[in-house]
T-cell receptor
Framework: GQNIDQPTEMTATEGAIVQINCTYQTSGFNGLFWYQQHAGEAPTFLSYNVLDGLEEKGRFSSFLSRSKGYSYLLLKELQMKDSASYLCAPTNDYKLSFGAGTTVTVRA | DAGITQSPRHKVTETGTPVTLRCHQTENHRYMYWYRQDPGHGLRLIHYSYGVKDTDKGEVSDGYSVSRSKTEDFLLTLESATSSQTSVYFC????????????????FGPGTRLTVL
């Protein structure tokens, strides 16, 4: 079975940093995706980690520890447009399993 | 995005009626997926397809059937809709040509909001 845990909600101030943690237990693992989903829209790709370590892409970074079943998404220099849900999704090749998502609210 | 479309985008129907949702892709991808998304549950896989006439069940397949008679179309059918099937349905394809994406990445359609009264 699949067990994916991430916090339900987080609030932060514009310009700040927020870290969204995700722990997972899945049958089979190839890598882990993070998706962003604005209200009423489809999820869109943010990052993909296959190997342990940190992947940086602009204001967003994602970290993976395969041995610990742990990942985090780091959002820096928060902007109002970053208010959205962030979905953690481990993959076993052709199937993704999604966490319930973390709703991030950015306040001025 | 023109690569993947869903129809209808919104539908209201009554309990007990059959409903078919369509997912159409223009980029010849082998894998296609149907998910439902409900508050507190995230995205849950209903069915997926790995080729024409090749489909398999996901974690919440009861009450749903699918068909894929050609590469570009993946249909999701609710044989007899129930109120518990009120949800937002997303179709996805695996990978996307020419954008340098991860091999396993899934790209989502715009979604269909279905209400069963």
């Amino acid at each position: 079975g699949q067990n994916i845990d991430q916090p339900t909600e987080m609030t932060a101030t514009e310009g700040a940093i927020v870290q969204i943690n995700c722990t997972y237990q899945t049958s089979g693992f190839n890598g882990l995706f993070w998706y962003q989903q604005h209200a009423g829209e489809a999820p869109t790709f943010l990052s993909y980690n296959v190997l342990d370590g940190l992947e940086e892409k602009g204001r967003f970074s994602s970290f993976l520890s395969r041995s610990k079943g742990y990942s985090y998404l780091l959002l820096k220099e928060l902007q109002m447009k970053d208010s959205a849900s962030y979905l953690c999704a481990p993959t076993n090749d052709y199937k993704l399993s999604f966490g319930a998502g973390t709703t991030v609210t950015v306040r001025a | 995005d023109a690569g993947i479309t869903q129809s209808p985008r919104h539908k209201v129907t009554e309990t007990g009626t059959p409903v078919t949702l369509r997912c159409h892709q223009t980029e010849n991808h082998r894998y296609m997926y149907w998910y439902r998304q409900d508050p507190g549950h995230g995205l849950r896989l209903i069915h997926y397809s790995y080729g024409v006439k090749d489909t398999d069940k996901g974690e919440v397949s009861d009450g749903y059937s699918v068909s894929r008679s050609k590469t570009e179309d993946f249909l999701l059918t609710l044989e007899s809709a129930t109120s518990s099937q009120t949800s937002v349905y997303f179709c996805a394809i695996r990978g996307r040509e020419g954008v340098g994406l991860a091999d396993n990445e899934q790209f989502f359609g715009p979604g269909t909001r279905l209400t069963v009264l």
